[in-house]
């Protein structure tokens, strides 16, 4: 089992949508990290988070500790988000340990 | 936060010869990470890279393929050795002052032919 878990792998969606993408993680971590990458592969840091909740424009990251989870919310979905959606956490180690990554496709 | 200008961003390299990917950070940082991301795979941690002392190499990579410089706080470049197609991939950069803070650069895209 992976100790960083993304879900789903894959997930397309129309134009419009409300997207969320998950994070599960089984380790002790100080911090969570949401990045975007695009299709020619450029790597955008979304969200570092460590507790609670963010949001930037139409994102929003949220992490509960207790549950070892976070979320990526997308609003009002458009084709430019379409890309690889990574989460990493870092470790007690200050490690970082990498999901495998959520591709998503938005249709017009 | 940090910044991290990685370079270049992508590049198509002849099989045999060596391409050095920079990462400079606009301020001062503990440790630097290089990753790799293999066509449809994650990314991989190749080594890190600690200023003034020899970079620590995870298994399954060594210093003559992926020889790694860290010549001060700010910045560190990693070589990819004697290319061939099989080391076409995304290679990623890294830094950490050791707290939460985890900043990026934006990858360099590899492809060998």
């Known amino acids: 089992k992976n100790e960083v878990e993304q879900s789903p792998q894959n997930l397309t969606a129309q134009e419009g949508e409300f997207i969320t993408i998950n994070c599960s993680y089984s380790v002790g971590i100080s911090a969570l990290h949401w990045l975007q990458q695009h299709p020619g592969g450029g790597i955008v840091s979304l969200f570092m988070l460590s507790s609670g909740k963010k949001k930037h424009g139409r994102l929003i990251a949220t992490i509960n500790i207790q549950e070892k989870h976070s979320s990526l919310h997308i609003t009002a979905s458009h084709p430019r988000d379409s890309a690889v959606y990574i989460c990493a956490v870092t470790d007690s180690n200050y490690q970082l340990i990498w999901g495998a990554g959520t591709k998503l496709i938005i249709k017009p | 936060s940090a910044v991290i200008s990685q370079k270049p961003s992508r590049d198509i390299c002849q099989r045999g010869t060596s391409l050095t990917i920079q990462c400079q950070v606009d301020s001062q940082v503990t440790m630097m990470f290089w990753y790799r991301q293999q066509p449809g795979q994650s990314l991989t941690l190749i080594a890190t890279a600690n200023q003034g002392s020899e970079a620590t190499y995870e298994s399954g990579f060594v210093i003559d393929k992926f020889p790694i410089s860290r010549p001060n706080l700010t910045f560190s470049t990693l070589t990819v050795s004697n290319m061939s197609p099989e080391d076409s991939s995304i290679y990623l950069c890294?830094?950490?002052?050791?707290?939460?803070?985890?900043?990026f650069g934006q990858g360099t895209r590899l492809t060998v032919v």
């Open positions: 890294s830094a950490s002052e050791g707290n939460t803070e985890a900043f």
